[in-house]
Every structure is written in C-alpha cells, then in structure tokens.
C-alpha cells in the first residue's frame, strides 16, 4: 500500500525558510514520478515543483528560484526546499506519486498526472 507522509510545514516570516519532507514507503520509490502541490481555501491545488524517476525537475514560475525539489533514493524521501518565504507561499502543501498510469511530462504540475497524495503539512507565511 503506497503511504506519503508530508512533515516540515510551519509558521515563519516573510523571508524566512522551510524545508518539507515526504516519506514514502509501500512502492518503488526511485521508480516513481514526484512533485509538491499547494493549496488554499481560495484556489485549485496548484503544481509547485516535479522530480521524475530519472531526477529531471521542474518548477512552477512562481517558485522558480526560490523553491528547490529533490529526493533521496535511499532514503524514500521527497524534499522542497523553501528560500525566501513570501505570504501568498500559504497554503496546504501535498506530495504526490505516480509510477506512470497517469504521469506525463505535460500533467507533470497537474493533479490528474498524479495517483497517490499525502494528507499535507500546513505552511504559513506571515509579513
């Protein structure tokens, strides 16, 4: 059974940092497609930042820069790195997986490439 479990999340300033983790566990890891989404009350879920299986990422415009996605093979661990913090960075934050049913290079910022989620760490960015 494929489990994500997202931690990290917090409350900070504008500027500050934060780094979110994702462990993974019940599948394959290395072989699956990754990426971080965030969402608010007021938005869809929104595709942040994507690492395929062979460790090609991607970002959204909004982040490029600042936010950083990585991943540990060894350690079944997805990671974003968040620099330079800005209000509207709040929201929900998910990890999400896929081994490919659904993934496509084009839906690799989109819920639908996407199978399995995690329940979200909250992150809160106040100015």
């Known amino acids: 059974q494929v489990q994500l479990v997202e931690s990290g999340g917090g409350s900070v300033q504008t500027g500050g940092s934060l780094r979110l983790s994702c462990e993974a566990s019940?599948?394959?890891?290395?072989?699956?497609?990754m990426a971080w989404f965030r969402q608010t009350p007021e938005n869809e879920r929104e595709g942040i930042a994507a690492?395929?299986?062979?460790?090609?990422?991607s970002s959204a415009d909004s982040v490029k820069g600042r936010f950083t996605i990585s991943k540990d093979n060894a350690k079944n661990t997805l990671y974003l790195q968040m620099n330079s913090l800005k209000p509207e960075d709040t929201g929900m934050y998910y990890c999400?997986?896929?081994?490919?049913?659904?993934?496509?290079?084009?839906?690799?910022?989109?819920?639908?490439?996407?199978?399995?989620w995690g329940q979200g760490t909250q992150v809160t960015v106040s100015s």
């Open positions: 999400a997986a896929d081994a490919g049913g659904r993934y496509s290079w084009y839906f690799r910022l989109r819920s639908r490439g996407y199978l399995y």
């Open positions: 690492i395929d299986s062979a460790g090609t990422s």
């Open positions: 019940g599948y394959s890891f290395s072989n699956y497609h």
